[in-house]
């Protein structure tokens, strides 16, 4: 079949390879330098924002710039509910980036049609049916409702989130932890323009790849941040990261739920006001749980190597994880990726907690 990308990559590739190799922020040498690419949600169910908190509260970590991507809703919405959330905060002086807005071949057309032969997948993001979610815009990609607290007002930076991503790992070779927690679009990117960008990278953290792909009652959809850019994630997986770490198979164990806001809400901060007034209740604390493993890696305490790939063939499987054991010659995947099969889930509570309840601006000199 012919695979063709989306229009306006064509303009965002050729801006790209323009774009020069800048100095980078000045950080403490022993920093942890994290990016942190997410399909940041708009205000009602998840918030993605909030799993910033274990990052930016931690001494030994410093988030040197934040991009955004198409998946649980359109980038120009998640972005505007990022930019609000860091006012919100006191942390506005993080620059953040956009991304892609399509993904690199999937179309809502194509999802609709898997679906008539395939099955029924309950969570589609941006391209949620407004029958059932009702704050959902499907055609309308540039549309931002004003969110809860008010539009921001601060904006994205004029660079987009791959030429960033190329320009941090080439000032700070080596150094970066590339945090993804939404669809790998803009990663897809920056790996076709520049040969050397995963390579140059510390690692590559992830939400997805759960081993265990069997969804709910009421349809497929246990890693949405793959399925949304199949081939995204394919090509992302191929490129010589010197380590990677998927951590999906745990985060569904701890939940932000009625009890945990409770005793955030012990001390106010407007971190803790923020999911308050925000969040919803009843699901896992995905990001957050990456964000904590980032902070403090003592508290994975078990891990499997597996070799790992994503089948963009467009049959049945389409956006399913292949992994098949790392020592298998030849091996089943195109990557070699750490899967997090444990945690220290009291103390990871416990320090979230901790997290969330920090007033950065009362920390600040």
């Known amino acids: 079949m ?19 190799f800048g100095l980078a922020f000045a950080h403490d040498a022993s920093d942890e330098l994290v990016i942190v690419d997410n399909d940041w949600n708009a205000p009602g169910s998840y918030v993605g924002q909030a799993a910033l908190m274990p990052l930016l509260a931690s001494p030994h970590v410093k988030v040197i710039g934040l991009t955004t991507v ?18 919100e905060i006191g942390a506005e002086d993080i620059p953040v980036c956009n991304g892609a807005v399509f993904p690199l071949v999937n179309t809502r057309e194509r999802m609709i049609h898997w679906e008539q032969s395939h099955g029924f997948i309950f969570w589609k993001g941006a391209w949620n049916d407004p029958a059932h979610f009702p704050s959902s815009h499907p055609l309308e990609p540039y549309k931002v409702a004003t969110p809860v607290d008010g539009l921001p007002h601060t904006k994205v930076t004029g660079e987009t989130a791959a030429a960033f991503m190329i320009r941090q790992v080439h000032a700070h070779p080596h150094q970066v932890t590339i945090f993804e927690g939404g669809p790998m679009t803009n990663l897809a990117l920056a790996i076709g323009l520049d040969p050397e960008f995963a390579g140059l990278a510390k690692r ?4 997805g790849g759960a081993v265990t792909q069997v969804g709910p009652a009421d349809g497929f959809h246990s890693d949405f941040n793959i399925i949304f850019d199949p081939e995204a994630a394919h090509i992302t997986l191929a490129a010589p990261w010197a380590s990677i770490t998927a951590y999906a198979e745990v985060s569904d164990a701890y939940v932000f739920d009625a009890a945990l806001l409770k005793r955030i809400q012990e001390h106010r901060t407007p971190a803790g006001d923020y999911l308050a007034r925000n969040s919803g209740l009843g699901l896992p604390l995905w990001e957050e749980l990456g964000a904590a493993v980032i902070a403090d890696p003592t508290l994975v305490k078990s891990t499997l190597e597996v070799s790992m790939d994503v089948d963009i063939d467009h049959g ?48 600040a000199p």
């Open 204 to 207: 590559l953290m992830f939400m």
């Open 316 to 363: 049945s499987s389409y956006g399913r994880t292949v992994v098949g054991s790392a020592t298998a010659k030849p091996p089943l995947g195109v990557a070699t990726v750490t899967l997090v099969q444990a945690v220290d889930g009291r103390r990871f509570v416990d320090q979230y907690v901790a997290a969330v309840q920090t007033d950065l601006r009362a920390r």
């Open 2 to 20: 012919t695979v063709t990308l989306h229009r306006p990559y064509l303009a965002l590739l050729s801006a790209l390879l323009c774009s020069p």
């Open 70 to 87: 198409t998946g649980d809703c359109w980038r120009d919405e998640g972005a505007a509910n990022l930019l609000r959330y860091l006012e």
